[in-house]
């Protein structure tokens, strides 16, 4: 009887706890997803971060990237390093124990009391788009508002220059996108009050400085992509690694040598890649490029069309060489080799021609031991 009461209570006691942990738990989940970010809030998205905040200051960041974490530098900033710590770091302390609980078992984060994460109700960026018009990809560039509460860790910033003279005045819009990295949170999105703008502004100096002395077609080909095992870097690349201001170390940022008039410097962007999706002429420059391209198409026309009649004569001429050969010379032993030169000569100057020049292939003349020479038969222009 008494194992029996024991069991009971046991039991009872056991599912009293489980509903009071559940209870517990989906109270805080509520919690977590309401608009203000209060005592807890989710895990930021993965590979995006967010800013907590005490009154408006930003105190700490959230983050959920993979492969990265947050460390405090010697000027007291919070920047991403690889992560190699994540996996054998255990809680220590009744703190770390309850926020590694929460983050692990409820996917939310515990931020005590009086802090909230930041929200941006009327956050505005760019967005590359790509059209078709006239059977051609268009790339145009968008501006986006939205309510946001976290960022992405790795966010393509796309760049528009237009008006930009490169060699012999010829004047250029040019349409890139760029990979960029916050390793600086705080110092990327609170610093400046337009980074976007900063950036687009030092990455059009740089690119302008670097064409100036550079022809259509060489910027047409640009690339600003970094050095791979399999392939040299882009040429745009050398002048961004410099822009960067911030070097790797064996894989890991050199914050401590960083160049503060750098990118990293001011917005704590790193870019890690750029991409010239379109380049096209502007002005009195996009007539004359149009028009010698359409020139050099009809010359490429009338080469194919010229090539094209010469074969085709030289079907015929083939066949009425052997006709000829098969029953006026072999049989008479006379006309001799003329004959395929009054040939040529018959269908070179024939009225739908349009070729001048015949050249015909090296062959022998008089003596085996002689030179080999070419046979021109030119027609006067009629």
Not at 3 to 24: N, P, W
Not at 68 to 89: M, N, Y
Not at 101 to 108: A, D, F, M, Y
Request: aromatic share 10%.
């Amino acid at each position: 009887m008494f194992l029996g009461f024991f069991l009971f209570y046991a039991v009872l006691f056991a599912v009293v706890i489980a509903t009071a942990t559940y209870g517990v738990g989906w109270a805080i989940k509520k919690q977590a997803n309401k608009p203000q970010k209060r005592f807890f809030a989710p895990i930021p998205r993965p590979n995006r971060f967010s800013f907590i905040t005490l009154e408006g200051k930003v105190v700490d960041v959230a983050e959920n990237i993979e492969g990265w974490e947050l460390e405090t530098q010697k000027d007291g900033s919070r920047c991403f390093v690889p992560d190699k710590k994540r996996v054998q770091a255990q809680p220590t302390g009744v703190k770390e124990s309850i926020e590694h609980l929460l983050r692990e078992k409820l996917g939310v984060i515990c931020l005590w009391f009086f802090l909230s994460i930041k929200i941006f109700p009327e956050w505005e960026w760019l967005e590359l788009q790509i059209k078709e018009e006239e059977g051609e990809l268009k790339y145009e560039v968008k501006q986006r508002r939205e309510s946001v509460e976290d960022f992405l860790f790795q966010f393509p910033y796309p760049v528009i220059m237009d008006d930009v003279e490169i060699n012999e005045n010829i004047r250029v819009k040019v349409v890139a996108q760029f990979i960029v990295w916050h390793l600086n949170p705080i110092r990327a999105f609170f610093l400046n009050a337009d980074s976007a703008s900063l950036f687009s502004a030092m990455i059009q100096s740089a690119f302008r400085n670097f064409v100036a002395d550079k022809g259509f077609n060489d910027v047409k080909q640009m690339k600003a992509t970094p050095p791979t095992q399999k392939e040299q870097p882009g040429d745009f690349w050398t002048v961004l690694d410099k822009l960067n201001g911030l070097k790797f170390m064996n894989g890991i940022p050199d914050y401590e040598n960083a160049d503060p008039s750098g990118l990293f410097g001011k917005l704590g962007f790193y870019v890690v890649r750029g991409e010239i999706t379109q380049v096209e002429a502007v002005g009195e420059a996009a007539k004359a490029i149009e028009a010698e391209n359409i020139a050099e198409l009809n010359a490429k026309a009338k080469i194919a069309e010229a090539r094209g009649e010469q074969e085709a004569m030289k079907v015929r001429l083939n066949t009425r060489a052997e006709w000829v050969q098969k029953t006026i010379v072999d049989p008479t032993g006379g006309a001799g080799p003329h004959v395929a030169e009054v040939l040529k000569a018959e269908l070179v100057a024939g009225g739908s021609s349009k070729i001048q020049t015949w050249v015909e292939g090296d062959r022998i003349v008089g003596h085996p031991a002689q030179k080999r020479q070419k046979t021109i038969i030119s027609i006067p222009t009629k």
